[in-house]
């Protein structure tokens, strides 16, 4: 696609229940990106695909987070059991690898509210 | 550990020229970048530095010095539209680690 594109834009749940965040990177990205953004906060790293692996799940912030991606493109991030404090906008983003680079490209979010 | 260090507001007047600086303390480094966001939108790529100097993008500019593992970004000719959230991010490893952000406020 043309951009990189996230869904759903909003998501309201209650505590405990499970969420899946989905993200639709530019085709032809073989990197994917997770991040986490609170009110006013900067970018927490979560998770990095390349291709369908995830070499790096470092800043997964417990075993309730986990993600996958299918087909070298769309990614699922799934927060089971949610809780209040996992509430935040959930960004993608994707990039190439190799040549010039342009930086990442992110999607507008997910806002999730956790109540 | 990784830290990115930028202050948290800035602010001017259209017309002005305002820099925003950024240290770090990263175990790797390939590069730092900058991104703007906007209230409510996605951070955009404005520039990347992987070696030493200055790199200009028409009325912005960044600036990387490695030995001082310091860098800015020099906006000048301030619009109002320039008012967003800036933050710098090293390139240390597997993924870009971010800066908690600036907000730079335009008035006229």
């Known amino acids: 696609g043309a951009g990189v594109s996230q869904s759903p834009s909003n998501k309201v749940t209650e505590k405990g229940k499970d969420v899946e965040l989905r993200c639709d990177p530019i085709?032809?990205?073989?990197?994917l990106y997770w991040y986490r953004q609170s009110l006013g906060q900067g970018l927490e790293f979560l998770i990095y695909?390349?291709?369908?692996?995830?070499?790096?799940k470092s800043g997964l912030p417990s075993d309730r987070f986990s993600a996958e991606r299918t087909g070298g493109s769309v990614s699922t991030l799934t927060i089971q059991r949610t809780q209040q404090e996992d509430s935040a906008v959930y960004l993608c983003a994707s990039s190439t690898t190799g040549g010039e680079y342009y930086g990442y490209t992110f999607g507008s979010g997910t806002r999730l509210t956790v109540v | 550990g990784q830290s990115l260090e930028q202050p948290s507001e800035v602010t001017a007047v259209e017309g002005a020229i305002v820099q925003i600086n950024c240290t770090y303390q990263t175990s790797g480094f390939y590069g730092l970048s900058w991104y703007q966001q906007h209230d409510g939108g996605a951070p955009t790529f404005l520039s990347y530095?992987?070696?030493?100097g200055l790199e200009e993008t028409g009325r912005f500019s960044s600036f990387l010095s490695r030995s001082d593992s310091y860098g800015y970004l020099l906006l000048q000719e301030l619009q109002m539209k320039d008012s967003a959230s800036y933050f710098c991010a090293v390139e240390a490893g597997t993924a870009l680690i971010f800066g908690k952000g600036t907000t730079l406020s335009v008035s006229s």
């Open positions: 085709s032809g990205h073989t990197a």
């Open positions: 695909f390349q291709g369908n692996s995830a070499p790096d």
């Open positions: 530095n992987a070696l030493d």
